[in-house]
């Protein structure tokens, strides 16, 4: 998961550009993650994720590792959610996030919307 996370440090902005989804498909296609089938909404990206090899991770005494990918249900009033990647040292998308918070933006960490956690191990 190195390129993944290499891809998005090098790509990533400062701030949204409102594409989280696709640039999280574009790390995962250049680990050679099969992503021509793939939703259209971050919000729904958790079954593609399980498609193709990742497992939910349990919350409780959680600790992001290198590649681990949240996917977000969106806040009211907004439909497409959020996906995200842990590069190692903080939540990236289509920009770095705060670093000490999984949360995109203000209306998800007001709301303290669900999320899900998934995580790719490969198999022995």
Same mark, same amino acid.
């Given at each position: 998961m190195q390129l993944a996370g290499d891809y998005l440090n090098e790509n990533a902005g400062a701030q949204s550009q %409102?594409?989280?989804? $696709?640039?999280?498909?574009? #790390?995962?296609?250049?680990?050679?993650?099969?992503?021509s089938v793939r939703p259209e909404l971050a919000k729904d990206y958790g079954p593609?994720?399980?498609a193709i090899g990742f497992s939910s991770v349990d919350q409780e005494n959680y600790l992001p590792k290198r590649g681990d990918v949240?996917?977000?249900?969106?806040? $009211?009033?907004?439909? #497409?959610?959020?996906?995200?990647? =842990?590069?190692?040292?903080?939540?990236?998308?289509?920009f770095f996030q705060r670093k000490d918070?999984? =949360?995109? %933006?203000?209306? =998800?960490r007001q709301q303290k919307v669900e999320y899900d956690i998934y995580r790719y191990e490969k198999k022995k």
């Open positions: %409102g594409k989280c989804a $696709t640039f999280i498909r574009r #790390a995962l296609e250049v680990v050679e993650f099969d992503m593609k994720l399980e949240i996917v977000l249900q969106p806040p $009211t009033g907004q439909m #497409a959610g959020h996906i995200e990647m =842990y590069n190692g040292e903080r939540w990236v998308s289509d918070d999984v =949360y995109p %933006g203000p209306a =998800y």
